[in-house]
DNA sequence: TATCATTAATGATATATATCATAATATATA
DNA sequence: TATATATTATGATATATATCATTAATGATA
């Protein structure tokens, strides 16, 4: 798909029931002429850390990952964005600049909304303004989980929740092509890359996945769930 | 102090100012008739992980931890909240029971105030919703960014952030009674109470700080900040 | 006060993980 | 296409951390 070529309107956009359902057509259209789509390539920044905050950013199609960077300017990954998320996190409540670098993994559109749209909006509609928190809430909660989660395993029960986060809550399949290098993976779940192509290799010689350079499959998901759940 | 003698009016309430602002006298009153404080014992519990949401809760006074209970039954604390602080994060917009489990550590004041008046105050007020999510965004910024902290170093960077912790946000000196135990640190930055306690000797002999017990004096601030950013 | 249970402390040992080294492969760039 | 660069892979080794064992100290309870 060449996502150049598409421009979406936000009364047909799919993710409007979710995050926008509680608007008028006027505050809609307001919406639609103000918001800019953008498109983004495998590895195009997106926004960076300690730039200012101006736009709710939307994440309509694609994949980013956000990170921080490090005094040792290692990389830490904080979580990967999937289509329909905020991609701003609550900082755009709670920061007047970017607490975390965003980077496309894959080719992505993003829509930004000027700030202040939304918080009139908030202020205006309160019915947006629930359903909107309890968006973002869920949003946020999720990242403080599945930051518990990865602390409280070690190496083998975290690359099992890799595998199953991509297979479950992105690509929808036990069969998919890993978007982020063995690096990168080493930097979302706090281990060494040696280490992550290690555990890898592991699961594919217990016959758990199968591995073709960036492509997965997951063989047996009972027992890397059984991994996941022994840590 | 004897907690349980005293009660407070919201509109004397030297937290209003920041959390409830931006409300009318009207709007006050309600909360202040309807708000239930309630005043727990360390070591009593608040709420409990699956326990139906039904209140918005406020720490007024205090210190409580939240804490997850894990499969192998070992709790693992996600963070430290001090008055003024939200006690149920975001799970009160995304969850209809609770995520955590909460638990005094020091003797505290709890307002409970029923969480369908804070949403219809949120629908009704754009301006205190507005001010309300600024507050929340930042508490659950600021656990998301503690966990990173956290996870990206290692024992002596660990226990350093920990006593940095308590000494700049907590009690606001180089000299206080830690509140928890070496076990409950550990289940907070996720290593074992051993090495917590064999950290915590070292730091000793090397003169960064001075133990008695629970009572811990920070003696080398600028020294254990650098055992902190050195990770 | 005596007794029990919990917490703190420290050493020895086992385990988990990171680092270093090297090679093979893949990917980008001129 | 050739060359450089980054990624994947694996083994050997060093380091960090957890676990086990034991004792001391502290706090709770009768």
């Not at 996502?3 to 608007?23: P, Q």
């Not at 730039?51 to 994440?59: A, G, N, R, V």
């Not at 749209?117 to 973002?136: P, V």
């Not at 555990?199 to 591995?211: A, H, N, P, T, Y």
Request: hydrophobic content about 40%.
């Amino acid at each position: 798909m060449d996502l150049s070529l598409k421009v979406t309107n936000c009364k047909e956009c799919i993710y409007r029931s979710w995050a926008f359902k509680n608007l008028t057509d006027e505050e809609l259209r307001l919406i639609n002429d103000e918001k800019i789509e953008k498109y983004f390539r495998k590895g195009d920044n997106i926004c960076l850390e300690g730039e200012p905050i101006s736009s709710f950013m939307y994440l309509q199609n694609g994949l980013v990952k956000l990170y921080k960077t490090e005094l040792n300017d290692r990389e830490h990954i904080i979580s990967i964005a999937k289509p329909n998320d905020f991609i701003g996190l609550l900082s755009i409540f709670s920061n007047v600049t970017h607490v975390y670098s965003v980077t496309a993994i894959e080719d992505s559109v993003v829509c930004f909304v000027d700030l202040a749209i939304i918080k009139n909006l908030i202020k205006t509609n309160g019915i947006f303004a629930i359903d909107f928190f309890e968006k973002i809430s869920k949003i946020a909660d999720s990242v403080i989980k599945t930051r518990v989660d990865i602390n409280t395993r070690q190496l083998r029960g975290r690359i099992a929740y890799i595998l199953l986060l991509f297979s479950k809550h992105i690509y929808n399949s036990t069969k998919y092509s890993l978007p982020i290098s063995r690096k990168e993976v080493a930097e979302l779940i706090d281990m060494s890359t040696e280490n992550v192509i290690r555990v890898l290799s592991e699961f594919r010689k217990d016959k758990l996945i199968q591995i073709e350079g960036k492509n997965i499959e997951i063989l047996d998901i009972k027992r890397l769930e059984r991994v996941y759940d022994l840590g």
